[in-house]
Each structure stands twice: as structure tokens, then as C-alpha cells.
């Protein structure tokens, strides 16, 4: 079992916010079709030694095609980590260049309505279930009817968590410390966006399982010249393995997503596990915008 997991934000519905998304997958506004490119990147995923899996119910299909792999091959799921969210509806229904993909709601009628779905959609439990993109403004935290209704879930056996974004992270994963009711959390951390480091380290000190995602920036940093792909280059690593494998180094990091769309990019990925240490330390440079400006301009990419 490898600390890289699998997302499938960009495998479950046609569009996404990655880099050269639209150029990577070929006829992905066919359910049927994307289905089995899902299924092709979960084996070859499997084949490589991941074994968790992130999903959600705003990623168009992915919990459908995650059951559906599982269904035809029961005896994995054992040896499978299934993190799932809920909180946002996928409105965009596989529609070209559609106004609106996702819409937000963090309260109990969401929680009771897409609990059930998740349920059906994977043909059973997830073993992480977060509130999905709690920020500084959702009113999760402070809702009791809601935190109650958690507690259920995870006296059903399911860990309960948060995951973030946005500027504040970090204060949003202080918070949830407080509450009592987590102990799961899923942050966009990488050399771009670096703020909730300390606040993650805190979590996993306090017990917590910590997933890193988006750590390539959602693809600016292979597609965006910088230092880091300037040294990726000369040692001639791929920029996306050498990026993945400085998030594996931060030592509070549980499990790293990597959100390959087809196969060939899962492989480039996992050759994150093999990149020299040495390499590694070499590549901890510091990059950092200041998050206001790193999530303006994440905001700012087109979905492809």
C-alpha cells in the first residue's frame, strides 16, 4: 500500500478545473464512455498499490463508477480506503461549457439526502465521510441538529470529517479541532499554496487522517514555469512526479492525492514514489502567493 491515493474529481464528471483537462480525455460527455476510463485509471491505480480512493457526491458520477468497479471485482473493497463529501449537488449534468457545475449546501436536509445516495451509489459505507469545502462562512460547525446527525454516521462505524479551501484553511481546520465531532480532514496543500501546513501538522498530532489535495495546483505547476520545474527538468523527472513527491515528504500528511484523468497520467504520478530524497529536499523551495492571490486565481480557471 502506497501514502497516493487516488481522486476522481476530474473522472466523474466531463469538466474540471485541472490544466489541459479537455485535451487529456477524449469523448468525456458520454457517461458510458468516461465510466470505463474511470474504471481503466482504477485498475491501473490498483495495479500500482493505491488503495484510497477519493470521491464525492458533487463529482458527477464518480461514486457510481467507483460502485460499479467495486461491484465487479467485491473481493477489493477490503483493501480499499473510500473517502467520500457531501454538501455540494452536481448540477451541470455532463452539459457542455455549462453556467453553474456544482451548488453549495451545508445543512441537515443536504446531509439526509446525500447520505442515502452515497450509500446506494457505492453499495455501502465510505470509510471517511467529510463535509465538503467547509470554509470561514459555512455554518457546519456551529450547527448542532447537523453535528448530531454526524455523530450518528460515525457511530455506524464511519470516520467523519471536513475538507477546505479557500484563503483560511488553516483557521477553518483550528476550528473544527474544537468541535469533537472529527477526525478526518482533506486540505489543498502544495509549494503554491503552503498556508494550512501548520495547521494539518496540528491535526495529525491530535489523531487526525490527513489528505493532501490538489497538489499540483491544479496543474499550474507542470503547466506554469518555475523553479521547481526548472529542477524536475534538469534531473529529468516529470514536474508532476517531483511535485507529488514533495507534498509525500510533509510528514503530517497521511495520504496524497493525485487526480490523473487517464492512465498514462496515473503512471507519470506514481513515479513520484521513486524520486531521490535528495531531489526532493533540493525541490523544497519556497514559492509561496499569498492565499488570497493563489485562490483568485485558482477561481479564475476555466472548467475543461
Not at 277 to 283: F, I
Request: with cysteine; proline share 5%.
Amino acid at each position: 500500500m502506497t501514502r497516493l491515493g487516488l481522486g476522481l474529481a476530474a473522472l466523474g464528471r466531463p469538466e474540471y478545473l485541472t490544466v489541459g483537462h479537455s485535451d487529456a480525455v477524449d469523448g468525456r460527455f458520454d457517461p458510458a464512455a468516461l465510466e470505463q476510463l474511470c474504471h481503466a485509471v482504477l485498475d491501473a491505480a490498483w495495479d500500482s498499490g493505491i488503495r484510497h480512493i477519493d470521491v464525492a457526491r458533487s463529482y458527477g458520477l464518480a461514486e457510481r463508477f467507483l460502485g460499479s468497479w467495486l461491484a465487479r471485482r467485491p473481493s477489493r473493497r477490503a483493501d480499499i480506503v473510500i473517502g467520500s463529501k457531501w454538501g455540494y449537488a452536481y448540477v451541470a449534468d455532463f452539459q457542455p461549457h455549462a453556467a453553474v457545475h456544482e451548488v453549495k449546501e451545508h445543512s441537515v436536509a443536504r446531509l439526509a439526502a446525500q447520505w442515502p445516495q452515497t450509500l446506494r451509489e457505492l453499495g455501502g459505507a465510505p470509510d471517511h465521510y467529510l463535509i465538503h469545502s467547509v470554509t470561514p462562512d459555512s455554518p457546519a460547525l456551529g450547527d448542532t441538529e447537523l453535528l448530531d446527525d454526524l455523530r450518528a454516521i460515525a457511530e455506524s462505524g464511519t470516520r467523519i470529517g471536513i475538507s477546505t479551501s479557500g484563503p483560511h484553511q488553516g483557521d477553518v481546520v483550528d476550528a473544527a479541532l474544537q468541535v469533537g465531532v472529527f477526525s478526518s480532514v482533506q486540505s489543498t496543500w502544495n509549494p503554491l499554496e503552503p498556508s494550512a501546513g501548520s495547521a494539518l501538522e496540528r491535526a495529525h498530532e491530535a489523531g487526525w487522517f490527513v489528505v493532501v489535495k490538489e497538489a499540483m495546483a491544479n496543474g499550474r505547476l507542470v503547466a506554469e514555469d518555475s523553479e521547481l520545474g526548472r529542477i524536475a527538468d534538469s534531473a529529468g523527472v516529470g514536474r508532476d512526479a517531483l511535485v507529488l513527491a514533495v507534498a509525500l515528504a510533509q510528514p503530517w500528511a497521511d495520504v496524497v492525492l493525485s487526480g490523473a484523468a487517464t492512465v498514462a497520467q496515473l503512471e507519470q504520478n506514481v513515479a513520484a514514489l521513486t524520486v531521490d530524497s535528495e531531489l526532493v529536499a533540493a525541490a523544497d523551495i519556497d514559492l509561496a502567493e499569498p492565499p488570497k492571490r493563489y485562490w483568485d486565481k485558482r477561481s479564475q480557471l476555466a472548467w475543461t
